[in-house]
Nanobody, 118 residues
Framework: QVQLVESGGGLVQPGGSLRLSCSASGFTFSYYDMSWYRQAPGKERELVARITSYDGSTNYADSVKGRFTISRDNAKMTVYLQMNSLKPEDTAKYYC???????????WGQGTQVTVSS
């Protein structure tokens, strides 16, 4: 059974930091590109950061470049999102995604809420 379970969300003040984790099971994690998306109320879901399966290269939304860092630990089957210098506009539900390059498989977690507010 495929599962992606996010954790680490919460309430933080502007300028603060959070580290999100996404623990995977039920598929060959190391073969999958892993991403973090977010969706704020009334807005479309958007890509925040992605890390590839084959060489670990990363890409980020312009709005988070220099503040967020995505990483993965294939042995632990976990992907992380370190979020620094958080802003109120980062408030959203954050979702973990795993996508295969060789099959149609596309997996999503249930999301974790991040609220940035004073």
């Amino acid at each position: 059974q495929v599962q992606l379970v996010e954790s680490g969300g919460g309430l933080v003040q502007p300028g603060g930091s959070l580290r999100l984790s996404c623990s995977a099971s039920g598929f060959t994690f190391s073969y999958y590109d892993m991403s973090w998306y977010r969706q704020a109320p009334g807005k479309e879901r958007e890509l925040v950061a992605r890390i590839t399966s084959y060489d670990g290269s990363t890409n980020y939304a312009d709005s988070v470049k220099g503040r967020f860092t995505i990483s993965r630990d294939n042995a632990k089957m976990t992907v992380y999102l370190q979020m620094n210098s958080l802003k109120p506009e980062d408030t959203a539900k954050y979702y973990c995604n795993g996508r295969s390059r060789v099959t149609p498989n596309d997996y999503w977690g249930q999301g974790t809420q991040v609220t940035v507010s004073s």
